[in-house]
Structure formats: structure tokens, C-alpha cells
């Protein structure tokens, strides 16, 4: 048998038995190859991009990283790899929470040589067949036979908070507007898929929503974009929140990541508001933006969890630099101090807003946002000054200091004085 022709499989489990007696029972399948096998979760997701098996079987319940949160890493970076969640948990919640994550079967602790045999054939022929699209797809957006998709390199940044309340969709809607200029195509889509507020902050209506440009499986044109996105008296596009929370459950998480590519292909920026909840649509955006903006204010139950945050985005792989802390509602009053909230959460704040309820409350009742009708508030100006440390972010970076030192150059011969 061709080495290709067989289904390469990664055992997962922290019990040394467990994997051993796993590997017994397949020892004698000329078709199956135990190519490697991992310990924690942690070292599934390395040997699983090493080695890029088609099936892993995995357990549940591990130290340093559980079985749901290495399947989720390993089906984002790993795509063709079909993953078997192999537990003694037969609790619903986790079967449902595996599957959101991407696994594709499961298999009750101990498992029959038959049952598991049988699977890892089914998923393994899937797995190759994957694999054979794949390559057949790469060899075709090969840049000899088609460039890269055409558009700009437009920025995805998303605003989150974990507690509600925090001021996302406050920060959201004012920071597309200051972002946007002539030169400067700016999308704001209300990503808060039940009870999206975008609507009312901007006093916008529109009979389209996200729920129609989800909808669209081909990539969004132009054309159709003007005719379905509302635009907001400063010229601000907007992807409106569904009509009714119902509605949430027609927009998917992978669609909705298309759809925030694609709109990145035609505006320089797009600003997504969140709710303060992690689904699988919560985290297809975040895994996908560019920049996360992660909301806190002053107060023990939001650090709290800004701190979970923090965690999570390191069992994640995200890297450091794409959350930026925002703290919003400051004042001297509540006794927490920006310095306090970087020593707690050994994280850098990278801007702060100051309360000012009356002039908030004020705008978000009026439907004219603050960087309208108040630009010269306090409150506005630090929201102006977090746009502009946006707009750094993203600005191409200057030579190393290094590089920067004056060269006395040598005098050459074709010197002119
Ligand atoms: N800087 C601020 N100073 C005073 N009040 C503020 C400030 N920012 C936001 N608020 C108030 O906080 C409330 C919540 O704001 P907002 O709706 O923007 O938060 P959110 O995180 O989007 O909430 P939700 O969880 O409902 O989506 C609003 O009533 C708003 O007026
Ligand atoms: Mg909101």
C-alpha cells in the first residue's frame, strides 16, 4: 500500500494505558498509521501541525489545555485533519460543545477494535479527500495561474467587551466615524447578533440586514454591497444587527467570517460590535480581526473578567499585540486608577475614556453620535485619540532606531562639495 493511501492517526490522552492499549488495537490495520501521540492538549495542537494527521483521536479532560479547546486550534489550523473526541463524558453539553468546536464523531471510553477501526477508516477516506481538494485548490491560486483576491488590505477591528454594558457599541459607532475620511472607506457591522443596538446609536433603519449578507455565498460585489448597506448621513457604511433576536440563528459563524473578508477586500476599515458573550460567531470574528479592542471600565467584576479574557486569548495563540485594552467610564471617583488596572492585569492600557453620562446618554437618545455632535468633549476627544492609535497601528512601521543613526558615509571619489 502507497504511504498516501494510508490514514495517518495522532492518539490524545494524558493516561499512558490509555494511548498504549489504543495503539495495540490498531497495530495490525496495514492501512492505519499511528504517527504520533500527545499527552495534553497542548501537545496535540504542536504534533498536530507537524505531523498534520487525518484523524485524531482525542480525549476530553487534560491538564494544561482540555481536548474542546485544542480541537477548536487544531481545526483552524489544520483544516484537513477530522477529529474523534474519545471520552468517558457522555454529559450533552460537552458532545455539543466538541461538535461547535469541529469534532466530527465520538466514541464512548473504552472503545471496540471494530467501532474505532470503522471511524477512523470513514474519516480518514474523508480526511484524503480533503486533502486531494486542497492541493488541487493551492496548485490552482498557484500566483502563476491566479493572483491573490484582488481589493484592499482593509483592517478587521473588533470591539468586545465580557461584561455588558462596558460601552462597545458607545466606542464602536464613534470610532467608525472618526476613522472614516474621503480618503478613508470605513464598514461598521453590528455583530451583537440578538440584540444589536447600532440601529438606534446611529438612528438608522434599513430593511436589509446582516442576516441577508450572510446569506450571500458568493464573494460580495460592490453593486450589491451599495444596495443592501445603510449609510449613515456622514457617509458611514453600516451592516445592521438582525430585525429580531430569533433571527441570530441564520447568521453562522463561518459565513459571517466570510463576510467580514470580504468587506476587508472593500473598505479600509471594518469595525465589528460584539456582545459580551463567546459563541462560535463571537469567536469566528475575533479570530479573524485584526485588532481586538477589549473593552473594560473601572469596576472589580469587569477586570475580573477582562483578566479571563486575557487567558483565554493565550490558550487561543492570539498574539499579544492584537488586543488592545480599552478602559471606558473612567473617573478619579471610583478609585481605580489606570496604573491599578495595569499592575492587576500585567497588561498595558492603550487608552482610556473618560464618564461623562450626560453627554452619552444624551447622544445615544438623540441617534447623533458624539463624534458629531460633540467633537469637542472630552469624552469625544478620547475616542478621536484612540482612532488615531488605531490608525498607528496599522501604519507602516518606521526602520529601527538602529537603522535611523546618521551614516557618515565614506568619502567617495564622486563626492561633490
Ligand atoms: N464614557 C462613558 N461615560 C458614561 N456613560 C457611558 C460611557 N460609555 C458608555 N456609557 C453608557 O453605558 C451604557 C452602555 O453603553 P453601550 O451600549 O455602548 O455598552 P455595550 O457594551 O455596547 O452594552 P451591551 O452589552 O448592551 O451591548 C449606555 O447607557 C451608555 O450611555
Ligand atoms: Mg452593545
Known amino acids: 500500500m502507497a504511504p498516501d493511501d494510508k490514514t495517518r492517526v495522532l492518539i490524545v490522552d494524558d493516561i499512558a494505558e490509555t494511548r498504549e492499549n489504543i495503539r495495540k488495537l490498531l497495530q495490525f490495520e496495514p492501512d492505519i498509521d499511528v504517527v504520533a501521540m500527545a499527552r495534553t492538549g497542548r501537545e496535540a495542537v504542536q504534533l498536530a501541525k ?3 494527521p487525518n484523524v485524531i483521536l482525542m480525549d476530553i479532560n487534560m491538564p494544561d489545555m482540555d481536548g474542546i479547546t485544542a480541537t477548536r486550534l487544531i481545526v483552524r489550523d489544520v483544516p484537513t485533519t477530522q477529529i474523534v473526541m474519545v471520552s468517558v463524558q457522555q454529559d450533552t453539553d460537552y458532545m455539543r460543545q466538541a461538535m461547535l468546536a469541529g469534532a466530527r464523531d465520538f466514541l464512548s471510553k473504552p472503545p471496540s477494535a471494530d467501532e474505532l477501526i470503522n471511524t477512523i477508516r470513514r474519516l480518514g477516506e474523508i480526511s484524503r479527500e480533503n486533502e486531494r481538494k486542497l492541493s488541487v485548490a493551492t496548485m490552482e491560486a498557484s500566483p502563476v495561474s491566479s493572483p491573490r483576491k484582488a481589493g484592499l488590505d482593509g483592517k478587521i477591528v473588533a470591539l468586545f467587551s465580557p461584561k455588558g454594558g462596558s460601552g462597545c457599541t458607545t466606542l464602536a459607532t464613534n470610532l467608525a466615524i472618526a476613522l472614516q475620511s474621503e480618503d478613508t472607506k470605513v464598514v461598521l457591522v453590528d455583530a451583537n447578533i440578538q440584540f444589536g443596538t447600532v440601529h438606534v446609536f446611529l438612528g438608522l433603519k434599513s430593511k436589509y440586514t446582516i442576516v441577508n449578507l450572510v446569506q450571500q455565498s458568493e464573494e460580495l460585489d460592490e453593486a450589491f454591497l451599495q444596495s443592501v448597506l445603510a449609510t449613515h448621513p456622514s457617509g458611514l457604511k453600516v451592516v445592521l444587527g438582525p430585525a429580531t433576536p430569533e433571527d441570530a440563528e441564520l447568521v453562522l459563524a ?16 471594518v ?21 481586538i479592542l477589549l473593552v473594560g471600565t473601572p469596576e ?16 487561543l495563540e492570539y498574539p499579544k499585540d492584537r488586543i488592545m485594552l480599552v478602559l471606558n467610564r473612567m473617573d478619579k471617583r471610583w478609585g481605580i486608577s489606570v496604573q491599578v488596572v495595569e499592575d492587576r492585569l500585567k497588561h498595558g492600557v492603550r487608552a482610556q475614556i473618560p464618564f461623562d453620562d450626560k453627554t452619552v446618554v444624551t ?5 447623533v453620535p458624539l463624534a458629531i455632535a460633540n467633537r469637542n468633549m472630552p469624552v469625544t476627544q478620547a475616542i478621536f485619540d484612540l482612532a488615531q492609535r488605531v490608525r498607528e497601528e496599522f501604519a507602516p512601521k518606521e526602520a529601527p532606531q538602529a537603522n535611523k543613526k546618521p551614516v557618515i558615509k565614506p568619502r567617495s571619489l564622486f563626492d561633490r562639495r
Open 363 to 367: 447622544s445615544i437618545n438623540s441617534g
Open 300 to 315: 472589580i467584576p469587569s477586570l475580573a473578567n477582562v483578566k479571563k479574557f486575557f487567558d483565554l486569548s493565550e490558550k
Open 254 to 269: 463561518s459565513p459571517l467570517k466570510k463576510l467580514l473578508e470580504d468587506l476587508s477586500r472593500l473598505f479600509h476599515y
Open 50 to 52: 507537524e505531523t498534520k
Open 271 to 291: 469595525i465589528v460590535d460584539l456582545a459580551s458573550v463567546l459563541r462560535e460567531q463571537e469567536l469566528a470574528v475575533l479570530d479573524v480581526a485584526d485588532r
